[in-house]
């Protein structure tokens, strides 16, 4: 079990470029989450896949944002044209079915 | 909407007890989490409740009360390592996705 693994750790972009997070779910699990995470609070549900398939997308995730999971193994979260609201932790987590969610290390978005 | 309340901060004492409380107000409601979050690294799951009552997992335990809407985690034998981030989190909208709440900053201290 090596956990569930996110690239890369840091991200220091500017304004308006488009970045792309890659995460490598534990290998048995079907489901997979993105969360954001901003300082000093908990993390906000994103978007859920359970297979390929993406069954749920939160407000919060604007049609700047996409995230695939084209063989439901790896999953991509990509943000186009960013924007300082944006600078956050991006966390993933993956899950066998309903039993609890485990999370990768994360990755540090920070917008110049 | 969803809601899930729980104190910004606590300290506690090495070798003591604290008690974490949360309150949530949900639809959908599936079960409550608790993590651990130390500074910059990824939430650790602690413990998981489904139904009222407590779960114990050696040093610490949960309890939850549905018609309530309210939760504890509970921290025995405090260690310094124990300092951390502790969040609180709903299992919602058909089970699928969690809502945290803001996560309590425990302070262990000598």
């Known amino acids: 079990d090596t956990g569930v693994s996110q690239d890369p750790r840091h991200k220091i972009t500017k304004r308006g470029q488009n970045v792309t997070f890659r995460c490598d779910p534990i290998s048995e699990h079907n489901r997979l989450y993105w969360y954001r995470q901003t300082l000093g609070q908990g993390p906000e549900f994103l978007t859920y896949f359970q297979n390929e398939a993406q069954l749920e997308k939160s407000r919060l995730l604007s049609d700047r944002f996409s995230a695939e999971r084209p063989k439901g193994s790896f999953s991509t979260l990509e943000i186009q044209r960013t924007e300082q609201g944006d600078s956050a932790m991006y966390l993933c987590a993956s899950s066998p079915g309903d039993q609890p969610q485990h999370f990768g290390d994360g990755t540090r978005l920070s917008i110049l | ?110």
């Open chain 2, 1 to 110: 909407g969803q809601n899930i309340d729980q104190p910004t901060e606590m300290t506690a004492t090495e070798g003591a007890i604290v008690q974490i409380n949360c309150t949530y107000q949900t639809s959908g409601f599936n079960g409550l989490f608790w993590y651990q979050q130390h500074a910059g690294e990824a939430p650790t799951f602690l413990s998981y409740n489904v139904l009222d009552g407590l779960e114990e997992k050696g040093r610490f335990s949960s309890f939850l009360s549905r018609s309530k809407g309210y939760s504890y985690l509970l921290l025995k034998e405090l260690q310094m390592k124990d300092s951390a981030s502790y969040l609180c989190a709903a299992l919602t909208g058909g089970g699928n996705k969690l809502t945290f709440g803001t996560g309590t900053q425990l302070k262990v201290e000598l």
